[in-house]
């Protein structure tokens, strides 16, 4: 269990992993598969990248909370985003992060192949991202939490 200043990372760290496997299956490893297989992985990318967000905000919004002592922490992930930025938990990618936003509020809606695409074509920028924030958040390295 990845675990710091008694905030649980653990599903976090989970479901980025299982993004980064999904993402690395679904460009790798799909020439030997028909197209309509290929387009259940690229479902399966967009549902892991939906939670794996999901999942990031709500542990930045519990670390605001715990381990930086902010009271008054909105349970919404733009105003989450902000309050990091002025953190200095992101990195300088509030921006990147608001776009991850509406592409999981796109996806959640709407299967529509452009906003599919659209959304895949922003996945490894935000498997950067999440691993960038997980380090930040658990003070561990990345590498130490691929299986």
Known sequence: MTETEGIDYSK???SLVRLVEQHRHL????????????????????????????T?????RRHLMVAM???QVPNSPLAVFRLAAESLL???EEE????YNKARIDTSHDYDIDKRDATLATV????????????????ELW?????
């Open 12 to 14: 976090f760290t989970r």
């Open 27 to 54: 460009m790798y490893d799909t020439d030997e598969y028909p197209p309509w297989n290929v387009d259940g992985m690229r479902e399966s990318v967009i549902q892991r990248f939906e939670v794996c967000f999901d």
């Open 56 to 60: 990031s905000w709500k542990c930045l």
């Open 69 to 71: 002592g902010l009271n």
């Open 90 to 92: 992101l990195g300088g």
């Open 96 to 99: 990147c992060w608001v776009a």
């Open 124 to 139: 490894p920028k935000f498997i950067q991202d999440a691993v960038n924030l997980h380090e930040r958040l658990t003070g």
């Open 143 to 147: 590498a130490t939490q691929v299986p």
